[in-house]
């Protein structure tokens, strides 16, 4: 079975600043999805960046972008120019690709605070 | 285009009782997909519908759980007799094409508490 690990429950950080969360998985299979999701206090859950496992190239959306390192099963998340509406709920989250049967496996979370 | 809608928000009933979650999903999404996230722990997949048809329930707790997409439009979970460890957050998600193509949108979620 597949896992993902936030090993970072909460985190904080200054407006402005830069922030890394950590997420690491495992699995035996080759082909797969990686995911960043946010979800805002009180609000839906929302698609931050994804990355397919076959590109070696990270993936970036603008302050977002993650360090995606295959060998080491690890999918980081960067932040960078933090901003208060960066406040949130951050899940990381796998899938294998199955053929239209995909559904994702989350991490625990972790609770980002930006500090005015 | 409206969101994915899900009612109620929040849920407290006692131990025994019966509960019904209820989503709308994006017209036009054939996908459909439950999650729960028990408080503190990891979000979890509970099943996934293409239009009315369950594509996958692997995730279905036990057999208390029932979850319906009659028309293949709107999708109820009940919970039937409701125990403490049901308590939880219950995500409801569609997307357009199943898969990886097309991204997950998410509702705001029920929040379940049973006592």
């Known amino acids: 079975a597949q896992t993902v690990t936030q090993s970072q429950p909460e985190m904080s950080v200054q407006e402005a600043e830069t922030v890394t969360l950590s997420c690491t998985y495992d699995?035996?299979?080759?082909?797969?999805?990686l995911f960043w999701y946010k979800q805002p206090p009180s609000r839906q859950m929302i698609l931050v960046i994804r990355q397919e496992a076959y590109k070696q190239q990270n993936a970036t959306e603008n302050r977002f972008s993650v360090n995606f390192q295959k060998a080491a099963k690890s999918f980081s998340l960067k932040i960078s120019d933090s901003q208060l509406g960066d406040t949130a709920m951050y899940f990381c989250a796998f899938t294998l690709l199955n053929f239209g049967n995909e559904k994702l496996t989350f991490g625990t979370g972790t609770r980002l605070t930006i500090i005015p | 285009e409206a969101g994915v809608t899900q009612f109620p928000s929040h849920s407290v009933i006692e131990k025994g009782q019966t509960v019904t979650l209820r989503c709308d999903p994006i017209s036009g999404h054939d996908n459909l997909y439950w999650y729960r996230r028990v408080m503190g722990k990891e979000i979890k997949f509970l099943l996934h519908?293409?239009?009315?048809?369950?594509?996958?329930e692997s995730g279905m707790p036990n057999n208390r759980f029932l979850a319906e997409r009659t028309g293949g439009t709107y999708s109820t979970l009940k919970v039937q007799p409701a125990e403490l460890e049901d308590s939880g957050v219950y995500f409801c998600?569609?997307?357009?094409?199943?898969?990886?193509?097309?991204?997950?949108?998410f509702g705001n979620g029920t929040r379940l508490t049973v006592t």
């Open positions: 699995t035996s299979e080759n082909n797969y999805y």
């Open positions: 519908f293409v239009k009315e048809s369950k594509q996958d």
């Open positions: 998600a569609s997307s357009q094409e199943t898969g990886v193509v097309s991204p997950l949108h």
